[in-house]
Nanobody
């Protein structure tokens, strides 16, 4: 069974940075696409960005230029580097992976941007 585990969330001041990690239980080469999503209280879950097996990335307009998705194949890990954080970035961030036969989600990690 495929599992994803996120980490790296926390409390950060506006303008600060955090790096989230999503560790997979098997090679991330086996996933067609991996994505980062977020859900703020009282709001629907929204896409933050994706990375394909070929390494192409795509981002929501709200995070372009501030967030970057990268990966370390040897560690089966995808990262979300978040810079210039704003209070409106506060949410639970989750990663998912499309492995062909289905989509698996991690449990999420809380990010709070506040002074």
């Amino acid at each position: 069974q495929v599992q994803l585990v996120e980490s790296g969330g926390g409390l950060v001041q506006p303008g600060g940075s955090l790096r989230l990690s999503c560790v997979a239980s098997r090679s991330i080469f086996s996933f067609n696409v991996m994505g980062w999503y977020r859900q703020a209280p009282g709001k629907q879950r929204e896409l933050v960005g994706t990375i394909t097996v070929g390494g192409s990335t795509n981002y929501a307009d709200s995070v372009k230029g501030r967030f970057t998705i990268s990966r370390d194949m040897a560690k089966n890990t995808v990262y979300l580097q978040m810079n210039s954080l704003k209070p409106e970035d506060t949410a639970v961030y989750s990663c998912n992976a499309d492995y062909g036969r289905g989509i698996v989600w991690g449990q999420g990690t809380q990010v709070t941007v506040s002074s």
